[in-house]
């Protein structure tokens, strides 16, 4: 990331426009976007920080700093931001590492504050889960992301803890678009959130969380071929997206970190009651609590997901599906206990997608 961006003038006049997300590819740009929630006044951001411009002449997008890294917003950048109405700010993928360690520091003071609303807790929960599972399945240093995965699902185990309000709020925000990060996300947060339910122990739910974040871990090694094919696998293919459990635990089992109940959830996610399941046909007596819960939470979120075949099921649909053909693969009374946990949560109607992107409001430029 290059240094030669034009500092924008926040004492300039402030124009806004809505423009098609077409103009601005983050993917192509190497950007990605961070709420201003997350911003104040008391917190250097460890970033530096930017807002897209539409430049009318030419009809293109450039990115104009706000903010140099190490610096903290002051009020008069924060009341800027805040009347733009873009209600995010850029920075570039490389920095996303440093930025998982800000939202976890600022997830540790904010989970703690009684003034905050349960609704940002949750959100800033969501986001920095997303980022961190994204880092850990791109960057090599996975011993160090690993920690920080076991820090961040303590602090969601102690923020559900018995409070229903919380538990609703994070469900609701579950992305209901299908992908790596965010299935292994929406895993993570439902089985911490069920687990609690159940009245598990702390000690087992974290162990629980750790294992749900972790447990496509070994599709970082799967070949893009495979892993993001948009139409049906074939046989040979099917056989090595299968080895994603095996993958995940080889690449899992020599850090000290990673619990061995974790360890056994990411081997194990994918085996069932009937000895169908991969990679090595478990059956009944050797499946434990932990295993029949993230079976039927691994489907379930798979299932209610968008995908590219299909648009995103109610959770009632969902749950339909698996008692009807997954009967003999998954525990029927766990199966029910996640039914009125779903009741619990108020899931019948089905999580709230966020909006569909196809516009944008940019600073325009002359």
């Known amino acids: 990331m290059t240094d030669d961006y034009e500092k924008i003038s926040i004492d300039a006049p402030l124009k806004v426009v809505e423009v098609d997300l077409d103009f601005l590819d983050e993917e192509s740009l190497g950007m990605k976007t961070l709420s201003l929630d997350y911003l104040s006044t008391v917190r250097a951001v460890p970033l530096d920080l930017y807002l897209p411009r539409f430049r009318r002449q030419d009809n293109s997008v450039s990115l104009v700093k706000i903010l140099d890294r190490g610096q903290k917003p002051s009020r008069k950048v924060l009341d800027y931001l805040q009347r733009s109405g873009l209600g995010q700010v850029y920075f570039s993928r490389e920095d996303q590492d440093d930025l998982v360690d800000y939202l976890a520091e600022l997830a540790q003071e904010l989970l703690e504050q009684e003034g905050v609303a349960v609704e940002l807790k949750a959100e800033l929960i969501h986001d920095t889960a997303n980022h961190l599972i994204e880092q850990a399945m791109t960057d090599p240093r996975l011993g160090r992301n690993v920690a920080r995965g076991k820090k961040y699902v303590e602090q969601v185990a102690v923020f559900v803890a018995g409070n229903q309000a919380?538990?609703?709020?994070?469900?609701?925000?579950?992305?209901?678009?299908?992908?790596?990060?965010?299935?292994?996300?929406?895993v993570c947060l439902l089985t911490i959130a069920f687990a609690d339910y159940l009245g598990l122990s702390n000690k087992e739910i974290t162990a629980m969380g750790v294992g749900g974040l972790f447990h496509d871990i070994g599709k970082r090694t799967i070949p893009s071929a495979v892993l993001n094919k948009p139409s049906k696998l074939n046989e040979e293919e099917w056989r090595i997206m299968r080895e994603h459990p095996l993958r995940g635990f080889l690449t899992l089992r020599d850090l000290p970190s990673f619990s061995a109940p974790a360890l056994k959830m990411v081997r194990s996610h994918h085996e069932n009651l009937d000895g169908s399941g991969y990679p090595d046909g478990l059956g009944n007596g050797a499946l434990d609590l932990s295993l029949r819960i993230i079976r039927i939470v691994d489907a379930y979120d798979a299932i209610t997901s968008e995908r590219k075949h299909r648009g995103a099921l109610k959770p009632l649909e969902g749950v339909q599906i698996i008692a009807r053909e997954m009967a003999k693969q998954v525990d029927q009374d766990v199966l029910r206990s996640f039914i009125r946990f779903l009741g619990y949560v108020g899931q019948q109607s089905g999580r709230r997608p966020r909006p569909a992107p196809s516009v944008t409001a940019l600073l325009s430029g002359t």
């Open 166 to 186: 919380a538990v609703q709020c994070l469900t609701e925000i579950l992305a209901t678009d299908y992908s790596l990060y965010s299935h292994s996300v929406n």
